[in-house]
C-alpha cells in the first residue's frame, strides 16, 4: 500500500497491511494483517503549514479519520475550549457550523471564518438542556474527571448526537478515569499517535443504549459477497427492543428503552469485523470500535445487536 500521507477527510486506507522484522539471518517473523490500517499505527497528513493556529488539529483528523466520519457541511457543532482555534479551523474547514466556546480569545484568522461563531465563556458554564448541536468537541485543559462530568451531562441531556473529546492527564496517567469513560455506552477510547499524554474519547451516534459487549455486523443480500457482513433491504431494525426512525429526527436519547438510527450515520463498519471489540466490563458495557476501511450502516440496512460473527458466512 502507499505510505504517503492522507489528505483529509479522504477515507482511512482499506487495502490489507502486513508487515515483518528480519529476526536473525535465517528467522523472519512475519504478519499478514495489522491492527492499524497505516504503517506503523502512524497517521500522517498532508498538513497546513499556514492556516491553522496550532498543530491541534492533526489529532482532530486523526481522530475523525479513525471513526470514519466527520461533520457535514451545515451541521452545527460546538467546539468547547477552542482557543486557540485549531479545532474549529478544522471544523469550519468541513462546512461546518462552529461555536467556538472559550474564556480565551480565538485566532482572528478564525474567528472570520465562514460559519464560525465566537462566544467568550467557560466550557463548564453551559446548560446542555439549552444546547443543540449534531457534534460537541472539546479539546479543554482539565482534570479528567471534571471533563468525564461535563460528557456525562451532555450525554443525559441528549442534545448532542456525537462527542469527540481529549482526555488530558495532569501528571500521572489516571487509569479510574480512563475506565469510567470506556464504560460509557457506545465509547471509542484510544491513543492516537498525534496524543500526548492523553487519550481521544468518541460517542457516535447511533448506539445501543443498555447493550452490554455488543457486536454489530451487517447482513448482505445474496446478490452482494457476503465476506463476514451482509446487508437486508429494505427496512432497518435495531435489536434487541429495539426501534428504528428513518426520519431526520431520529436521534436516540441515552437510557432509553430503545434506540433510533440517525439516516446515514450508524458509524463505521470495519472490513472484517475485526475492528469490533467487545468492550470490558462497566455499567452498560458499550462498544468500542477502530480501524479502518469503514462502512456506514443506512436507514435500510440490518442491525443485530449481540450476534457472533463468523467469517464467509455472515453466521448470527
Not at 462546512?95 to 462566544?119: F, I, N, S, W, Y
Not at 492527564?169 to 465509547?187: K, M, N, S
Not at 447511533?206 to 433491504?233: F, K
Not at 462502512?295 to 443485530?304: V, Y
Amino acid at each position: 500500500m502507499s505510505a504517503k500521507p492522507l489528505v483529509f477527510p479522504a477515507p482511512a486506507p482499506s487495502a490489507p497491511l502486513g508487515a515483518f522484522t528480519l529476526l536473525a539471518p535465517d528467522r523472519v517473523l512475519a504478519s499478514p494483517a495489522k491492527s492499524s490500517p497505516v504503517p506503523n499505527g502512524e497517521w500522517r497528513f498532508v498538513e497546513d503549514r499556514e492556516g491553522p493556529p496550532s498543530r491541534a488539529y492533526l489529532k482532530l483528523w486523526e481522530a475523525l479519520t479513525r471513526l470514519g466520519r466527520h461533520p457535514a457541511p451545515g451541521e452545527r457543532c460546538l467546539d468547547l475550549g477552542a482557543s486557540p482555534g485549531g479545532w474549529t479551523w478544522a471544523l469550519a474547514r468541513l462546512g461546518a457550523r462552529v461555536t467556538a466556546v472559550d474564556k480565551a480569545p480565538l485566532d482572528p484568522r478564525v474567528a472570520a471564518m465562514p460559519g464560525v461563531e465566537v462566544r467568550r465563556e467557560s466550557a463548564f458554564a453551559l446548560d446542555p438542556a439549552k444546547e443543540s448541536a449534531a457534534w460537541l468537541f472539546s479539546d479543554v485543559i482539565c482534570y479528567p474527571q471534571r471533563l468525564l462530568g461535563l460528557v456525562r451531562r451532555w450525554i443525559e441531556a441528549g442534545t448532542a448526537a456525537n462527542i469527540v473529546c481529549s482526555v488530558k492527564f495532569q501528571g500521572a496517567t489516571d487509569h479510574a478515569a480512563a475506565e469510567a469513560f470506556a464504560a460509557i455506552p457506545g465509547a471509542v477510547l484510544f491513543h492516537g499517535s498525534h496524543n500526548k499524554h492523553e487519550l481521544t474519547f468518541a460517542r457516535i451516534a447511533p448506539w445501543s443504549a443498555g447493550d452490554t459487549g455488543a457486536i454489530l455486523h451487517r447482513r448482505r443480500s445474496a446478490s452482494r459477497p457476503a465476506r463476514g457482513r451482509a446487508v437486508s433491504r429494505p427496512r432497518a431494525e435495531l435489536r434487541p427492543g429495539g426501534t428504528s426512525d428513518p426520519s431526520p429526527a431520529g436521534v436516540q436519547r441515552p437510557g432509553a428503552a430503545s434506540a433510533r438510527l440517525h439516516p446515514g450515520h450508524a458509524g463505521p463498519l470495519g472490513g472484517e469485523f475485526a475492528p469490533f471489540l467487545r468492550q470490558p466490563g462497566g455499567p452498560g458495557g458499550g462498544i468500542a470500535l477502530s480501524g479502518a476501511g469503514a462502512e456506514f450502516l443506512g436507514p435500510g440496512d440490518e442491525l443485530r445487536i449481540g450476534a457472533e460473527v463468523k467469517d464467509g458466512g455472515g453466521k448470527a
